[in-house]
């Protein structure tokens, strides 16, 4: 289980001072595919880096499982954060590496030995598929294949919890529902909680099973996912549904002209 109390994360600016998060507040069972969305600007990210503290927070807790990550030391948080996997939306691959050191580089900086080392990224190399890849640089390879090396390195601890930031925005539709089914692939065998920051409510649809809404750096509506599709109570969760519907009345429009010449 995640649970965040009152946390709270100000940037300070040339001329002033901007707060991301406002003693926010949230609870995340553990299994749970767990979507957090928001227009940009909202916090989304601030989260879900404090959650592992890549971003300090100004005051609050976030505990996941029996740690308290807020309270940690810098020794007691780097052994922590090996329980904490995250994939990133730019990839944050080494270029100068191929797949198989990519994966590998969380054990060699934990002092796993290395057979230890080969044997753990091979395990997690074919869970993501990419078997055949390990020799590969990342310049070799897709988007989604990139994504995948992502995966694979975030999975290669073993952690409890997978952090997604906006893991899937710069792949294209085809590819997302990819990397959308091997996540889900992933929370059933290994049972991992998996928290997605992400503004995609196709991505919210086809794998989340509940969701939060941010906004101005506080959560405003918590509950399902067919909730929030069916009866949104924030502002930003209407504004969010008002945009698929209008998109679907237009592509509506569009495919019975079609349909008509």
């Known amino acids: 289980m995640i649970v965040i109390h009152d946390l709270s ?13 406002n003693g926010l507040s949230l609870t995340i069972e553990r299994g749970d595919i767990f979507g957090i969305i928001g227009f940009s600007g909202a916090g989304k990210s601030t989260l879900v880096r404090c959650m592992n503290r890549l971003e300090e927070p100004d005051k609050g ?7 308290v990550i807020t309270d940690l030391n810098e020794r007691q948080l780097r052994k922590a954060r090996q329980k904490i996997g995250m994939i990133f939306q730019s990839f944050n691959l080494f ?3 191929t797949v198989f050191h990519n994966v590998a580089f969380p054990l060699r900086v934990s ?6 080392i080969r044997r753990r990224v091979k395990e997690v190399l074919e869970m993501v598929q990419l078997s055949d890849k390990e020799n590969a640089y990342p310049s070799q390879l897709s988007g989604g ?6 995966i694979a390195r975030a999975l290669v601890n073993e952690p409890d919890v997978l952090l997604c930031d906006e893991a899937t925005s710069s792949l294209d539709p085809q590819t997302t529902y990819s990397i959308l089914e091997l996540l889900q692939e992933i929370n059933r065998k290994l049972n991992l909680t998996i928290v997605l920051i992400t503004h995609e409510l196709d991505v919210l649809q086809h794998i989340c099973k509940n969701v939060a809404v941010i906004e101005q750096g506080k959560i ?6 067919d909730q929030f599709f069916l009866a949104p109570e924030s502002d930003t969760a209407r504004r969010f549904v008002h945009i698929v519907e209008r998109y679907r009345q237009k592509r509506n429009v569009l495919e019975g002209a ?4």
């Open 9 to 21: 994360k100000t940037y300070k600016t040339a001329n002033d001072t901007f707060k991301a998060l």
């Open 61 to 67: 807790s976030v505990r996941i499982g029996n740690t």
């Open 95 to 97: 270029d100068g590496k």
């Open 111 to 116: 002092g796993y030995d290395k057979a230890t």
């Open 145 to 150: 294949q990139k994504q995948r090396v992502g």
């Open 220 to 225: 405003v509506e918590n509950g399902t996912v």
């Open 258 to 261: 079609g349909a008509g010449i």
